[in-house]
């Protein structure tokens, strides 16, 4: 079978799932059928684009800097988008806050944390100078967890092996 033909035949079975799909109803939020203009805004680029920080933060700025080397460059016209998209959730629910941001490996990691490890227990994690996620530590506080920086050699660009050895040696790590 060529490659055309097996990319065919998956683009058939695919459709023919989404028909059986049709006949469905599903009692769960995550195999609900979405709008149109919901599909619409899941399948663009923004998607899977971060928007850091507040809109007063940004102010308009092409690019943002958080903590003197992490740059996150703006999306053009992405606040007034999401202003005008949860208003009109907040009108259509009778509600006074929506959020439209996507999930992301955030949430993987709050999962991740909450599911591995225990209140009290003490985590080493990458500063976030040194490619180690920004709010990792914060989060940690916020879930009860202990936080020890992994030593790092930033002339090298590599971790600190003996730092870790010795830090495992004097701690109980998670």
């Not at 805004?41 to 308009?60: D, F, H, K, M, V």
């Amino acid at each position: 079978m060529t490659e055309k033909n097996k990319a065919i035949k998956i683009l058939n079975k695919l459709e023919q799932s989404e028909r059986d799909d049709g006949e469905i109803i599903h009692l769960t939020a995550n195999e609900s059928v979405m709008s149109p203009l919901a599909n619409r805004w899941q399948s663009s680029i923004l998607n899977t684009r971060y928007a850091l920080g507040s809109a007063e933060g940004r102010n308009g700025k092409k690019f943002n800097l958080f903590k003197k080397n992490f740059i996150s460059k703006n999306i053009n016209g992405f606040d007034e988008l999401k202003t005008l998209a949860e208003n009109a959730c907040q009108k259509l629910f009778y509600c006074e806050s929506s959020e439209f941001r996507t999930l992301s490996g955030l949430h993987g990691m709050i999962s991740i944390i909450g599911s591995l490890t225990s209140p009290g227990d003490l985590i080493v994690t990458l500063p976030s100078q040194y490619v180690g996620h920004f709010t990792t530590v914060s989060l940690l506080k916020r879930m009860g967890r202990k936080n020890i920086l992994l030593p790092y050699s930033s002339d090298k660009f590599e971790l600190d092996l003996d730092g870790l050895k010795k830090i495992a040696k004097n701690n109980k790590i998670k």
